[in-house]
């Protein structure tokens, strides 16, 4: 039924409670994961401050370099149980580069959380996770999460 599985991740414990139940989907099926983190160049500026492109990559980059080890860690973890895994650290608008990666690695279902870390608390499903579901073309899982201490 389902081959591949996609787990976009941003490295918050609200979104690993998603873990377990694409562990056992997997299992079940015999599916491969592929953990995705999805990495935004953004800009903020305060009053009166000038934009310093160096320094906004500079952190980019780090961002990118702690999410790549964060799902290497993650994929070996479920390549240890036996699992088919992959990682994949993206660029660009959250919503769009989670339906590009779904859309470009033909996987069969997305399981994400409904919470997790998007810089401002969120309500309901949280921004991220309302705006795949307005916009998917396959099926998916939402994993309702409660707030971890």
Excluded at 32 to 45: D, H, K, T, W
Aim: proline residues 3%.
């Amino acid at each position: 039924m389902y081959k591949k599985i996609l787990v976009p991740l941003d490295g918050s414990k609200r979104a690993e409670a998603v873990l377990p139940h694409a562990e056992e989907m997997a299992n079940r099926y015999g599916a491969g994961i592929i953990f995705l983190s999805v990495e935004e160049l953004y800009v903020m500026l305060e009053w009166d401050e000038v934009v310093d492109l160096a320094r906004c990559h500079e952190k980019f980059d780090t961002r990118k370099n702690v999410a790549e080890s964060y799902l290497a860690q993650l994929k070996t973890e479920f390549q240890d149980k036996g699992i088919q895994a992959d990682a994949r650290v993206v660029h660009g608008p959250v919503v769009k580069s989670i339906l590009t990666a779904a859309a470009e690695m033909d996987v069969d279902i997305i399981v994400m959380a409904s919470h997790g870390l998007s810089g401002l608390p969120r309500t309901f499903y949280g921004s991220i996770t309302a705006g795949v579901l307005q916009k998917i073309d396959r099926p998916l899982l939402i994993i309702r999460t409660r707030r971890v201490e």
